[in-house]
């Protein structure tokens, strides 16, 4: 009989194992003190905690806000984290206590409250900023800072534009996309006229934050533990990346990450090819071509996840090959079928974009001259840079444990790896991989939430507190 793939691949009714609580506090204090000589160099300002220039020319300019009036701007999103985290440490407790099973229902209300503070600190982050809200709105219609809005108030017929995408003029973000980021702010431009910069800029984040919400069901794929997974949420939420880049688009593609992962793990876990999460796979990679090529470099986890599902029911024999093909069928059939359906209603030539958009990511990696060694050692420093730097050690003593879910998060890392060593988003790591930080987030939450409420309680300060630094020493975007 086939092995349950439920029972293999994510032990899902499982409690994480903790190792010796004093190797453990030494470990939790190393990480602490990571973050916190991180935290001072930023505020120093010492090089090269803001890139490498020399390496690779390209470095985040240093300046000058002030730390403490930073910190207190974005003190009370933290003050929610917190207590969220205090109150799924509460009800833990009341259920060991009182010998009864804690609920498995998921918590909407705390987690909607780990959304909000992620909204929060995406627009408080730029009340800290001289120039206050009124930078969301200018950022957004920069032609240099986005150039979709400045694309979209160009539009004179969405159909006559879709079907000359592949030709017409665009600025330099759009010329690197397909229309989706475009056409969204032009439908902004339409329902809201002079407010479109800005009522679309605070959608951005709305839809980026919906990212708290999705990564507790991301998590359900290494754990079915609670806690662990809030504390996924938790972390997910203090990424610095999404509140240092806001209003940028990149903030909404981790939820296009996690959505096809889910659905394809969902699938082959299911050993039905003809399944309602085949077609939303397929569903969710036409969304992903229509609004972010470099998201598709998430293939390289389905991949690896794939290798490693066929090992895994290697007991079931020839069969297992059928359900993984007709997966993949299912998804491109319908994938395919929305693309044709666009181009039968519009013209859109999906394919002939797609090459524009390498054609023109080739000619701005020659301007931006960051050589391919070079470029592959630093570039996951930038990643973890916008992933708050204690994600760093934090991931290397996950790895060190032979956890149930130790072979998820060396397909997650694996992945991560591919994205660099292929050098296809060279630049700006902090900003172009931010769609990989929920394949860090969830490894990290794991180790996090082995740790005691203490220790717990001081990472995710450590955390907020390097948000602030860069937030207050590293200028990320402007118009």
């Given at each position: 009989?086939?092995?349950?793939?439920?029972?293999?691949?994510?032990?899902l009714?499982?409690?994480p194992?903790?190792?010796?609580?004093?190797?453990?506090?030494?470990?939790?204090?190393?990480?602490?003190?990571?973050?916190?000589?991180?935290?001072?160099?930023?505020?120093?300002?010492?090089?090269?905690?803001?890139?490498?220039?020399?390496?690779?020319?390209?470095?985040?300019?240093?300046?000058?806000?002030?730390?403490?009036?930073?910190?207190?701007?974005?003190?009370?999103?933290?003050m929610?984290?917190?207590?969220?985290?205090?109150?799924?440490?509460?009800?833990?407790?009341?259920?060991?206590?009182?010998?009864?099973?804690?609920?498995?229902?998921?918590?909407?209300?705390?987690?909607?409250?780990?959304?909000?503070?992620?909204?929060?600190?995406?627009?408080?982050?730029?009340?800290?900023?001289?120039?206050?809200?009124?930078?969301?709105?200018?950022?957004?219609?920069?032609?240099?800072?986005?150039?979709?809005?400045t694309?979209?108030?160009?539009?004179?017929?969405?159909?006559?534009?879709?079907r000359?995408?592949?030709?017409?003029?665009?600025?330099?973000?759009?010329?690197?996309?397909?229309?989706?980021?475009?056409?969204?702010?032009?439908?902004?431009?339409?329902?809201?006229?002079?407010?479109?910069?800005?009522?679309?800029?605070?959608?951005?984040?709305?839809?980026?934050?919906l990212?708290?919400?999705?990564i507790?069901?991301?998590?359900?794929?290494?754990?079915?533990?609670?806690?662990?997974r809030?504390?996924?949420?938790?972390?997910?939420?203090?990424?610095?990346?999404?509140?240092?880049?806001?209003?940028?688009?990149?903030?909404?593609?981790?939820?296009?990450?996690?959505?096809?992962?889910?659905?394809?793990?969902?699938?082959?876990?299911?050993?039905?090819p003809?399944?309602?999460?085949?077609?939303?796979l397929?569903?969710?990679?036409?969304?992903?071509?229509?609004f972010?090529?470099?998201v598709?470099?998430?293939g390289?986890?389905?991949?690896?996840?794939?290798?490693y599902?066929?090992?895994?029911?290697?007991?079931?024999?020839?069969?297992?090959?059928?359900?993984?093909?007709?997966t993949?069928?299912?998804?491109?059939?319908?994938?395919?079928?929305?693309?044709?359906?666009?181009?039968?209603?519009?013209?859109?030539?999906?394919?002939?974009?797609?090459?524009?958009?390498?054609?023109?990511?080739?000619?701005?990696?020659?301007?931006?001259?960051?050589?391919?060694?070079?470029?592959?050692l630093?570039?996951?420093?930038?990643?973890?840079?916008?992933?708050?730097?204690?994600?760093?050690?934090?991931?290397?003593?996950?790895?060190?444990?032979?956890?149930?879910?130790?072979?998820?998060?060396?397909?997650?890392?694996?992945?991560?790896?591919?994205?660099?060593?292929?050098?296809?988003l060279?630049?700006?790591?902090?900003?172009?991989?931010?769609?990989?930080?929920?394949?860090?987030?969830?490894?990290?939450?794991?180790?996090?939430s082995?740790?005691?409420?203490?220790?717990?309680?001081?990472?995710?300060?450590?955390?907020?507190?390097?948000?602030?630094?860069?937030?207050?020493?590293?200028?990320?975007?402007?118009?």
């Amino acid at each position: 009989m086939p092995r349950n793939p439920d029972k293999e691949l994510a032990n899902l009714a499982s409690e994480p194992q903790t190792p010796a609580s004093g190797s453990l506090s030494l470990q939790a204090g190393a990480v602490l003190a990571v973050g916190l000589v991180f935290a001072v160099g930023v505020i120093l300002k010492q090089a090269p905690l803001n890139g490498f220039p020399t390496l690779i020319h390209w470095m985040w300019p240093w300046r000058d806000l002030p730390v403490f009036k930073t910190a207190v701007i974005l003190i009370a999103p933290l003050m929610i984290i917190g207590w969220v985290l205090w109150r799924s440490e509460k009800d833990e407790a009341l259920a060991s206590s009182s010998q009864v099973r804690s609920s498995k229902a998921t918590p909407w209300g705390l987690l909607s409250l780990l959304a909000l503070s992620n909204f929060l600190l995406q627009v408080l982050a730029m009340v800290a900023e001289p120039r206050g809200i009124k930078l969301i709105g200018d950022i957004v219609r920069s032609p240099l800072a986005t150039s979709y809005f400045t694309d979209a108030t160009k539009i004179q017929s969405v159909v006559d534009w879709l079907r000359t995408f592949h030709q017409v003029h665009l600025g330099f973000h759009s010329s690197t996309h397909p229309p989706g980021p475009v056409l969204f702010y032009y439908l902004f431009v339409k329902l809201f006229g002079s407010n479109a910069a800005q009522i679309g800029a605070y959608a951005v984040g709305l839809i980026g934050s919906l990212g708290v919400l999705l990564i507790y069901k991301f998590a359900g794929l290494w754990t079915n533990d609670q806690k662990a997974r809030l504390t996924a949420s938790a972390f997910y939420a203090l990424v610095p990346a999404l509140a240092l880049f806001f209003p940028e688009f990149d903030q909404c593609y981790p939820v296009l990450c996690m959505l096809l992962i889910l659905f394809w793990v969902k699938t082959l876990r299911t050993s039905r090819p003809v399944s309602i999460p085949a077609v939303c796979l397929g569903a969710v990679l036409f969304t992903t071509t229509f609004f972010a090529y470099n998201v598709l470099t998430v293939g390289a986890f389905l991949a690896y996840y794939g290798l490693y599902w066929l090992w895994i029911e290697k007991a079931a024999g020839p069969s297992r090959w059928g359900t993984l093909l007709g997966t993949c069928g299912i998804a491109l059939g319908v994938f395919a079928a929305l693309h044709a359906i666009l181009w039968q209603a519009t013209g859109f030539e999906a394919i002939a974009s797609f090459q524009r958009a390498r054609a023109a990511q080739a000619f701005y990696a020659v301007m931006l001259n960051r050589p391919y060694a070079a470029a592959a050692l630093v570039d996951p420093y930038d990643f973890f840079l916008g992933a708050g730097m204690m994600a760093l050690p934090l991931l290397m003593l996950r790895l060190r444990r032979c956890e149930p879910d130790r072979a998820l998060t060396l397909i997650a890392v694996a992945a991560i790896l591919t994205v660099d060593l292929t050098g296809f988003l060279r630049g700006e790591t902090a900003r172009l991989w931010l769609f990989c930080q929920p394949l860090l987030a969830v490894p990290v939450a794991l180790e996090l939430s082995s740790y005691r409420w203490r220790w717990r309680i001081a990472i995710f300060a450590a955390q907020w507190w390097v948000l602030v630094c860069l937030k207050a020493r590293m200028f990320f975007v402007g118009p």
